[in-house]
C-alpha cells in the first residue's frame, strides 16, 4: 500500500484527491494536513465524505511515500522550505511552482503530463502536476506539436468552471454575479501559457507562432471546454489522416480519445478523461476538447502520475462514474 | 420632482432601487451615499447602470425629500443616530429595524405592506419596508386572516435567490457550493416570523396558530416561491368562493393577482408583482405565492410606498418588463 | 461473473445503470436492448460512455441472471407479455408497475428498498424498485415508523432535478424555462404516496396519519432533496436518542447516514447515499433527507438489490466518487 | 398611437415584443395572431403578462399601421403570399428571409441595424430586423470596417443563451443536457455570416477578410457574449485613439456603450442595450461585445426600428430595469 499524505487539506483539489484515494485499492492515507484545521474531522470540511473516513486533519505529515501539495500557487516553495521531507519520499505538486522552473531544494520536478512524459513519470520522484486550462490545450496541440507543424498562430478561447477559482469566495465566484453569466479575464496573458510553450516544444514544435488564448468564466462549477484552431494545409493531410494521427499518437493514453462527433462538456464532468473532436474549415484545423478541470486538470491527473511513479497500471482507481447531467 | 437619497448606496437594494428610479418620471436623485466609495462612479458598481448616469457616490445627503436606508439589518438606527436629517424628509426604511419596533427618533415608522397598510402609508412620513420572505408570505396569508379563518398550524416552505443574503460573498452564496445545490437553513426560526404575526394579527386574526416555516436556499439568483397550507372547511367555503374573496381582497392591488393556472417562479422575476394560485386538498387550503425578492420583496415595494407617501399613483416607474426567461 | 440485460437502454436510468455496471467488477453485459436503436453503439447516445464500451444496442437478450426493466412508469408489464424470459432470470424493475402490485405473470415482486427488506431482497427472484421521491421520504420517516411514533400529520416538500422527468423533452424541462425556475406539481397528489403509504405501514406502523406531500421542480439535474416534519414529543424521547435510535436502525444500511450538521443537495450527488439530518421545533420532528435520484433514487439502488439477490457484499461496484461541486 | 399588429403571436420573440409594447407610450395592439392558439388569452401563453393585458390570440391583423412578423426562419415570405397586407402598413420582419435578399412582393426591406442605418430606417417602410449573433458582432466590427481597417482574418467565439434557439424543445435544450453543459455548433458555419459580411462591406469595409467564427451553446437563458479580434496597428492607432473612435461613432447610438472595464454578460441582460470593451494584445485589437438577445438582438431592435420608423424618439419604451442578477 502507498502511504499517502496531502498538505494543504481543506482546498478543493485536496478534497478531490481524498474523494479519489478513499477508494485507491493501493493506498492508505498517512495523514492529511491542514495550517487551520487541525483536529477537526475532514468530513466537517468535505461534507460528500460524511460516512466514509473518520480521519481529521493533522498538523504534519508522519511516514508518508508521497506528498501531495496542494497548497495554492507559489506556496509549495514555502512548504519545503518549512519541513524536512525524507529523501525517499515522493512529491507532487498541484501548483505552479515547479511547472516553469523545475529545480528545487535538490529536488527535479518532472512536468507530469502523463500523455507525453509517461517514461519520465515512471522514474520521477517529483512531480510538477499541469494546470488545469493548459491540460485541456496541450491535449489538444500536442499531436500536431509532434509533427512539428504548428507554424502560425494559435487561436484559443477555453471557458472554466468556477472551482478553477478554488474556495475562497469572491466577487466572481459570487452565486448572484456568476449565474446565468460570462465573462473573459487575463485576455492573452494568462500564467499558463508558459508550461503551454514549453510542453509544444517539448513535444516536438521547433518554432512555435504566437498563441492567442482568450480565458472565459463559465457559469458551470466543473470543467473546460477549449475551442482551438490554427492553419492548417487540409489538402497535404486530410481530416481522415489527421484524425487517425491523432487515434495514434494517443493510443497509449488510457484516458485521452477522439470523438467522431462534437462533443460537449459534461461528457466528461467528475471523469479523469480528455475528449477530442476535430473539424476543418476555412483553411483552418479546429479542435474542440474537454476535461474536468479537477481532475485531468488537477487531482485525477496527480493520481494517475502517481500510480505511474509507483509501477501501478495508469488507471488504478480513476475509472469514475461520469455525471453525465 | 420628488428628490431622492439612498443610504447604504453600493449593496443590491440601492442597485435595484437606482434601476428604477432612474427611469422613474417623478425622481431625480437628490444623493446615493457610501461610506466606502465616495467619489467613484455608480456605474462602476452597479454595472449595469453604465451609459444610464454619471451620477458619483457622495458622503451624504443634500436636501431630499425622502431617504431610503439599504443600510443592512441593524445599521438604520445608527445612521438616525448619526446623522440629522430634516423632519420634514421622509425615510423608508429596507432593514428590519423598525418593522416590530415601530418607534424610534421621535419618528413612528408605518410597516409598509401596501396592501394591507395602503391609507396608513399614505399618511405616513416613515415607512418599515416589509422583509422579502414575509411579503411572499403576507400575501398567501392576508385574505384568510381578514376573515379570521386561520386557525390551525400553518405550514410554510419558501426558497429564496441568492440575492437576498445580499452583497457579501460567503461559504453558502459560492457558485461553487450553491450551483445545482439546496439547503434549509433557519428553519422554524426565521426572523421573518414576528413581521408575518404582527401583520396577520393586524389583518384581522384573533387568535393565530402556530406559524412552522422551513426557509430553503434556492440555486437561482432573483425571487421567493412560497408553498403554504392550512386547515380549511372546503364545504363551508368553496375553492371558487375562496378564490374570489381573493380576488375582492387584493381588488385595489395593482401588483398581486390570482392565478387560475398553476405558477412557476419566473413568471414574477424583474417585476413588482406578486402572484398566488390556489388549491384544495386533504382538507386543506393550499397557496403558492411567488415575487421578486429584490423588487415587491425589496426596492420595488419601496419605490410603491414612496409613490403612496407623495400622492402618486402606486404603479408609477414600476411597469417593469418580466425577463421571464 | 453476473450476465445483465437492461430493457429500455437508451433512457437516463439505464444509461447511469451502465455507467455503473460497466465498472462493476462481478457483471458483464449481456445486452443492452432497445426497440429505437438496434445496431448503433451504446456510447452514441450515452456520449459520456465513449472510450469505455463498444457495446451496441440490440434487440433483445441473450442469457442473462438479470435484466433491468428501464422501461417507462407502465411498459413493464407489457415487456414481460411480449419476451419469454427464463425462470431462472432475475427481474429487477425501476417502473412503477409491481410496487404496489407485486404479482404478475407467475413472478412475485419483492419491494426493493434494501433498508426495509434485506433478508426478502435476498431471497427474492423479482423486485420492484423504488420511487425516487418515495425512497428520500421513507427513508426520513422508517425509523418512526418502526417505532409506531407516526401519529399525527405528516408534512413533506420536495425538490426533485430534471432527470427525475426523463429524457423526452417537453416544456417544463425546456431550458429557458426550468433555468433560475421553480415549481409545484401534482401537490398533495403524487403517485409515489401509495408506496411510501404501504412501506410505512410495513415498517410498523399501526395507523398511518395523513401524508401531505408538495413535489416540488427544481432548477438542478441530479438529486432530491426531501424536507419532513411531524408532531413528536420531544420530552418523550430527546434529540439525542432520537438521533441514535435513528443511526441504530440504520446500522446495518451502509449508504444511509445521519449528519449531526444541517445536509446540502450536493453532498450526495452522484453517490448511492442517503443523507438525513435531524431537528426538533415547534413541538415537530424536522427530518431533512436527500438522495441522487438517479443512483439511490432508481439506478444505485437497482445494482444494491442486484448485489443482494446475488449474494455479493452490498456495496460492490457502488463506491462512488461523489461529484460534490 | 400607433396600431400594431403581431404574427406568430405564440413564441418567444413576440412575447418579448409583448413585455415592450404593452408598456410603450405609443402604440395600441392591433392584433396578436396565432395560427394555433385562436381565441385563448395571451397571458396564457406568456404567463408573466397575467394582470397585465386580457388580450387575446386571433387569426388576423385588423387595421394595423405596422406588422411584426414574428414567424420563424423561412416563414415570412409565405406569409405575406398569404396575407393581403395594405400597402400603406409596414412591415418589421425579425426572420432572416429578406436580410440578405432584400426584394420580395414589392416590397424593399432595408436592414435594421440602427447604428448603422438610422436615416434609411426613418424613411423605409419594411425592416429585416438583423439576427443575434450578428448584432454582437456587427457592433464589435463596425468602427473598424468603417476605417476600412478591417485586413486580416477575424476571430470570433460567441456565446448564445438558450431562447437563441427557441420554444420548441429539443435535445439541446432539454435542461438535463444543457445545465452546467458547454458546446459548439455550427462552427465557422453560422449562417448570420452572411449578413456580417453584407454589413461591414456597407459599412466601408472595402475588402473583407476571411471571418472565423465559433458559436457556442451557453448553460444560461439570454445574452450573447462575443469574443473578436484581429491584427491592428497599434503603433499607428493607440488604444486610447481607436477607443475614443468607437465612441465617436456611437456618438448617436443611444443604446451602445464603451466600457473602460471588462463587461461580463449580465450588464445588458434585460436591456436593449450593446456594450463593448476594447484591450490591445499580442498585435491585436481584442473587442468584447454583449447584447441580450431576445432584445437588442430582436425584439428591442424591432421596437427601435419601429420608433424610427414612425418618427418617435429611438428609446420610447426601451429604457428597460436590466434584471443585473
Given amino acids: 500500500m502507498i502511504k499517502?499524505?496531502?498538505?494543504?487539506?481543506?482546498?478543493?483539489?485536496?478534497?478531490?484527491?481524498?474523494?479519489?484515494?478513499?477508494?485507491?485499492?493501493?493506498?492508505?492515507?498517512?495523514?492529511?494536513?491542514?495550517?487551520t484545521s487541525v483536529g477537526l474531522?475532514?468530513?466537517?470540511?468535505?461534507?460528500?465524505?460524511?460516512?466514509?473516513?473518520?480521519?481529521?486533519?493533522?498538523?504534519?505529515?508522519?511516514?508518508?511515500?508521497?506528498?501531495?501539495?496542494?497548497?495554492?500557487?507559489?506556496?509549495?516553495?514555502?512548504?519545503?522550505?518549512?519541513?524536512?521531507?525524507?529523501?525517499?519520499?515522493?512529491?507532487?505538486?498541484?501548483?505552479?511552482?515547479?511547472?516553469?522552473?523545475?529545480?528545487?531544494?535538490?529536488?527535479?520536478?518532472?512536468?507530469?503530463?502523463?500523455?507525453?512524459?509517461k517514461d519520465k513519470i515512471r522514474r520521477a520522484s517529483n512531480i510538477a502536476n499541469p494546470g488545469c486550462f493548459a491540460t485541456s490545450i496541450m491535449l489538444a496541440l500536442l499531436p500536431l506539436a509532434a509533427l512539428n507543424k504548428l507554424t502560425e498562430d494559435i487561436h484559443i478561447h477555453a471557458i472554466t468552471g468556477s472551482t478553477g477559482a478554488g474556495k475562497k469566495p469572491g466577487e466572481t465566484t459570487h452565486f448572484s454575479y456568476r449565474d446565468?453569466?460570462?465573462?473573459?479575464?487575463?485576455?492573452?496573458?494568462?500564467?499558463?501559457?508558459?508550461?503551454?510553450?514549453?510542453?509544444?516544444?517539448?513535444?516536438?514544435?521547433?518554432?512555435?507562432?504566437?498563441?492567442?488564448?482568450?480565458?472565459?468564466?463559465?457559469?458551470?462549477?466543473?470543467?473546460?471546454?477549449?475551442?482551438v484552431y490554427t492553419k492548417w494545409d487540409g489538402d497535404a493531410v486530410s481530416l481522415e489522416e489527421t484524425v487517425e494521427h491523432y487515434k495514434t499518437f494517443y493510443r497509449e493514453s488510457p484516458f485521452v480519445f477522439v470523438s467522431d462527433k462534437a462533443i460537449s462538456l459534461k461528457e466528461v464532468v467528475n471523469t479523469n478523461k480528455g475528449l477530442l473532436h476535430i473539424e476543418f474549415h476555412n483553411g483552418y484545423i479546429h479542435i474542440t476538447s474537454i476535461i474536468d478541470n479537477?481532475?485531468?486538470?488537477?487531482?485525477?491527473?496527480?493520481?494517475?502520475?502517481?500510480?505511474?511513479?509507483?509501477?501501478?497500471?495508469?488507471?488504478?482507481?480513476?475509472?469514475?462514474?461520469?455525471?453525465?447531467?
Same sequence: chains 1, 2, 3, 4.
Fill in 41 to 117: 474531522p475532514i468530513a466537517e470540511t468535505h461534507r460528500d465524505l460524511l460516512g466514509e473516513t473518520e480521519l481529521r486533519f493533522v498538523e504534519t505529515f508522519n511516514n508518508p511515500d508521497v506528498i501531495f501539495l496542494c497548497l495554492g500557487h507559489g506556496l509549495s516553495r514555502a512548504f519545503l522550505d518549512g519541513n524536512t521531507i525524507p529523501p525517499s519520499c515522493k512529491i507532487i505538486d498541484l501548483g505552479n511552482d515547479f511547472r516553469n522552473d523545475p529545480q528545487y531544494a535538490g529536488r527535479h520536478f518532472v512536468f507530469g503530463l502523463c500523455e507525453l512524459n
Fill in 180 to 227: 446565468n453569466n460570462i465573462s473573459v479575464y487575463k485576455a492573452f496573458t494568462h500564467q499558463h501559457l508558459d508550461e503551454i510553450k514549453r510542453t509544444l516544444e517539448a513535444a516536438g514544435s521547433k518554432k512555435l507562432p504566437p498563441i492567442n488564448f482568450v480565458p472565459m468564466r463559465g457559469d458551470f462549477t466543473r470543467g473546460i471546454f477549449a475551442s
Fill in 4 to 35: 499517502v499524505s496531502i498538505a494543504g487539506g481543506t482546498g478543493y483539489t485536496a478534497g478531490e484527491l481524498l474523494r479519489i484515494l478513499l477508494n485507491h485499492p493501493e493506498v492508505e492515507i498517512d495523514s492529511v494536513i491542514s495550517s
Fill in 294 to 325: 479537477l481532475l485531468k486538470g488537477a487531482s485525477g491527473q496527480a493520481v494517475q502520475n502517481m500510480n505511474l511513479m509507483f509501477g501501478l497500471d495508469e488507471t488504478t482507481g480513476l475509472k469514475l462514474k461520469a455525471s453525465a447531467f
